[in-house]
């Protein structure tokens, strides 16, 4: 399984899944932040982006992700103020423009952002700004790993590693997969042959039953990770439950800011009223994020559901694996 | 074919994002990333230093990568195309 959504669609392009032989099938995980985020967390969101006086930062994709009864995009036709940022010190920027407003953070992504969500918090408080907001949906990668191999649902033999995340925390949060479920990891980078090696490395490990953690990724992935990020991390966030799409709650799976920094914490100010969230009718991108189904398997891809007019996140985002078998393998 | 291979296996390619450290001021630098200048952060790799080539992910550097590795990750490569070759 590769679990990175960036690696889904690398495979994809340059043809890799076609090149392995049978006996080495690639499933698609749970990689792609946008569409692990939950319909409720979506709605949350969107209630906060109704919020009078507010402004919503977010990073591109999610403002399309459907929730219960829109998406941001909707909320910002609907006079919202929804702005799309490429970095959390973008959030900050405009905190600084607009003083009277509170400008929201709409926090996602796993081990890769999370430093950089932390240090826009610490910058934030080193200007004393009192208008900037984070809602932390950030998620922790190896327990989510750990949470879909305990399920069990499907026989998996080895898992690539998102390089990026491993460049951050290291190999050692990928211990427990070899040792507790005789799993093997290769962290992988992005280019063809960093996969493909990455999993003859896997298929090595398999065939002499020998499972373990490689790193396939050195010249950016040292053993230890980017300590300097963890220590921020560690600092302005701690480990909580998160609600996965497709998986449900997660134990100390994902981050939340600490009592300290609560006063940029936007779940301590906005309360909004989300009771009901319903998925759409028929979109199975929770099934696809466990690799439980391929994209083509599900009813409404590429009729109901396509890039253009996305039902669920997995058609939406850039790393959704909906989006990338859609773009690359329509014909298969 | 040979030539075309090498040529498709140069150094940038290896760097997946190459952004490269033109100046710095405090926990803020200038980047160059295929031609195109931006500001980034670099609170996360204090010890960056002009010329080194960083992961750059929503606006900051992430790690520094090491050129000895890439290095020897080409090599790595040229071995795999080498192998294609024979067969």
């Given amino acids: ?332 | 074919m040979r030539s075309f291979r090498r040529a498709t296996m140069s150094f940038d390619m290896c760097l997946a994002i190459p952004a490269l450290i033109l100046s710095l001021d405090g926990d803020n630098a200038e980047v160059d990333i295929g031609g195109v200048q931006r500001r980034i952060g670099t609170m996360l790799t204090p010890q960056v230093k002009v010329g080194d080539y960083v992961l750059l992910h929503t606006g900051f550097s992430i790690g520094i990568l090491k050129p000895e590795e890439a290095e020897q990750t080409l090599a790595a490569f040229r071995e795999l195309a080498e192998i294609s070759e024979i067969r």
Wanted: proline share 8%; glycine share 10%.
């Fill in chain 1, 1 to 332: 399984m590769e679990f990175c959504g960036s690696h889904t669609h690398a495979l994809l392009r340059y043809g890799i899944r076609d090149l392995l032989p049978p006996t080495i099938t690639m499933k698609s995980g749970p990689g792609c932040p946008v569409c692990v985020t939950s319909t409720h967390d979506i709605d949350t969101a969107i209630a906060i982006a109704m919020t009078p006086q507010t402004i919503i930062a977010t990073y591109g994709d999610l403002v399309r992700v459907p929730g219960t009864g829109g998406s941001l995009e909707r909320a910002r036709a609907a006079g919202a103020d929804v702005r799309v940022v490429y970095s959390a010190l973008d959030a900050i920027a405009i905190a600084e423009k607009n003083p009277s407003r509170q400008v929201v953070l709409v926090g996602i992504g796993f081990e890769t952002t999370a430093p950089t969500v932390a240090a826009s918090i610490v910058t934030a408080s080193q200007k004393g700004l009192r208008n900037y907001r984070v809602l932390s949906l950030l998620k922790l990668t190896p327990p989510v790993m750990q949470a879909l191999l305990q399920l069990g649902e499907l026989r998996i033999d080895g898992i690539l590693c998102p390089g990026h995340v491993s460049v951050i925390t290291g190999l050692e949060p990928y211990g427990p997969i070899p040792t507790r479920f005789g799993v093997g990891c290769a962290v992988s980078g992005f280019e063809p042959l960093d996969m493909l090696r990455a999993i003859g490395l896997l298929v090595e490990q398999f065939e002499s039953g020998s499972p373990s953690v490689v790193n396939a990724y050195e010249r950016a992935v040292s053993v230890q990770g980017n300590t300097v990020a963890q220590q921020l991390i560690d600092r302005v966030l701690a480990p909580c439950n998160a609600e996965w799409r497709g998986l449900g709650c997660v134990p100390d799976s994902g981050l939340s800011l600490r009592p300290e920094y609560e006063m940029y914490d936007a779940a301590a100010l906005f309360h909004p009223d989300v009771t009901e969230s319903v998925e759409a009718a028929g979109c199975r991108c929770g099934d696809v994020l466990r690799g439980s189904i391929s994209p083509q398997e599900c009813p409404l891809f590429g009729t109901a559901c396509t890039p253009e007019y996305p039902v669920g996140p997995c058609m939406v985002s850039h790393e959704g694996a909906c989006a990338a078998h859609f773009t690359y393998s329509l014909t298969a």
